[in-house]
């Protein structure tokens, strides 16, 4: 790597971002009842709530878009699309979603054949975590202990608790877990990858028990990237190479397609040789996403994917985005700044637990840092934390986070490391005055997902 890392592309087109004065800033956190979720973009001076959706295209992705076909059945867009990712995923049937959760809730209850079943996973993201318990089945998270060490290296903090795994399905008995979903990148642990060694791994136990394995890959690309940088054997392969192991060792693809794909909007599911799963999907996506060729996207739509698709697994691409995570991330650390080593593809997971141990978990200390970041910068970060996790179903009770993480997520090539430098420097200032900050208390609080609602005021 070079001193700093360099993009390995150019600005064509720029949207211009406003700065609003503190005092503004001040009010409008106020008027968004300390949630930034609440507030608008154009009160946001770098937003780094999400990934997802936010980067930017590149110029062979808008000429792409002019190229679409709409036609209702059978566009030509859908059968470019397909044959990208037939050709990145070996799988023999594709369809295409209108973001993850839509590809999830076409699969996932396909694959929940009766009561009480269970997925396992090494971390579920919380949409896929809510379609299984949708559909009636539980989810379990089974990540090796070493992700939540914040200070240790390890090269694959994503990996599955090997040992767990076979253990909750000795337990639960094979007959009842309906899949093992391997998220890669594994986004709730910090973006931390998976190794091929480790999906093997789960693989064989898949197969030992007759159970399905399905690739949650909004991330895959970043994942393979990893790979030829830290495991033993993949040095000289290249990301599709490394990329195809992984889909081999899986039967089912689902995809958020607005991370690796680099579009604004998309998902995909992909299946190996199940026809019987894919006829019976093919059903379920009619009433819930749209016809089996465009499943709720536009023709333009799923040409921009086909290309971008291609783009995420350019290793010069990947290369700068990594690095671009990793020195913030160094900026961060130098300064003293505690944050989830090594930083993991899209984020960097700031702990707050340790920033301010002041403030008691349900007074949400990462929210409460997030907010005094939109003060200081007019940065949006998001919380990952107990404000997350939300209240225990029966007893009500505030669930503890692990970890109080404030993640400053990075969209793709969108900032420069001037603005990454500036989200530093800004968070280095927040820090310095950690004692300053207050814990929140609800003034409104939803009873499902309240982390995109809730109110709060400061503690006094
Ligand atoms: N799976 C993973 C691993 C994800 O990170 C996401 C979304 C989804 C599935 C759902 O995909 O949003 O297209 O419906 N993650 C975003 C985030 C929202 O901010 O981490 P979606």
């Known amino acids: 790597m070079h001193k700093y890392p360099i993009p390995p592309y150019k600005i064509k087109m720029v949207e211009p971002i406003k700065m609003i004065s503190r005092e503004e800033r001040v009010k409008k956190l106020e008027e968004a009842g300390y949630n930034p979720f609440k507030l608008r973009s154009e009160d946001v001076f770098i937003d780094l709530l999400t990934d997802s959706g936010t980067g930017a295209m590149s110029h062979f992705q808008w000429s792409a878009l002019m190229m679409g076909d709409e036609a209702y059945a059978g566009s030509r867009s859908f059968y470019r699309l397909e044959k990208v990712v037939k050709n990145i995923t070996g799988y023999k049937y594709v369809m295409p979603a209108h973001q993850g959760r839509g590809a999830e809730q076409v699969v996932i209850p396909e694959l929940v054949t009766k009561e009480h079943m269970y997925f396992i996973s090494n971390i579920h993201f919380d949409t896929t975590r809510a ?21 240790e290296y390890h090269p694959f903090k994503g990996n599955f608790d090997l040992e ?7 337990e639960k008995g094979k007959e009842n877990i309906a899949g093992i979903i391997m998220t890669i990148t594994n986004n709730s642990a910090g973006g931390q990858p998976v190794s091929i060694e480790n999906m093997t791994s789960v693989n064989k136990i898949a197969k030992k028990y007759d159970i399905p394995v399905i690739i949650d890959g909004a991330r895959y ?15 000289n392969k290249t990301i599709r190479e490394i990329a195809k192991v992984a889909f081999d060792l899986a039967d089912i693809f689902l995809m958020s397609a607005k991370k690796d794909g680099l579009v604004n909007i998309g998902g995909i599911i992909a299946i190996k040789d199940n026809e019987e799963l894919f006829q019976k999907c093919q059903t379920n996506i009619v009433p819930k996403e749209g016809f089996p060729t465009y499943g709720g996207l536009a023709g333009r739509d799923m040409d921009a994917l086909a290309v971008g698709l291609e783009e995420a697994l350019d290793e010069q691409y990947l290369a700068y985005r990594i690095d671009e995570v990793k020195y913030l991330g160094d900026l961060l650390k130098e300064a003293g700044v ?15 637990g340790a920033i301010a141990p002041h403030i008691p978990y349900d ?10 970041l939109y003060i200081e910068g007019g940065i949006r970060p998001v919380e990952i934390g107990s404000l997350l996790l939300g209240r225990d179903p029966d007893t009500h009770e505030n669930l503890k986070a692990d970890k109080e993480f404030m993640r400053l997520t990075i969209p793709r090539r969108t900032y420069t490391l001037e603005h990454l430098r500036y989200v530093a420097e800004s968070l280095i200032k927040v820090y310095n005055n950690r004692e300053s900050i207050k814990g929140l208390e609800f003034t409104y609080e939803s009873p499902l997902l309240r982390h995109f609602t809730a109110k709060f005021k400061p503690v006094e």
């Open 131 to 151: 379609h299984v318990e949708i559909a009636g089945a539980r989810a379990i998270d089974c990540v090796i202990k070493e992700c939540f060490d914040l200070d």
């Open 164 to 170: 767990k795994l076979e253990e909750i399905i000795l």
């Open 221 to 235: 690309a970043e994942n393979a990237y990893f790979v030829k940088q830290r495991e033993k054997g993949y040095e």
């Open 338 to 352: 505690p944050i989830q080593y090594p930083t993991g593809g899209h984020a960097v997971f700031v702990d707050c």
């Open 363 to 372: 007074q949400f200390p990462a929210q409460a840092v997030s907010n005094a």
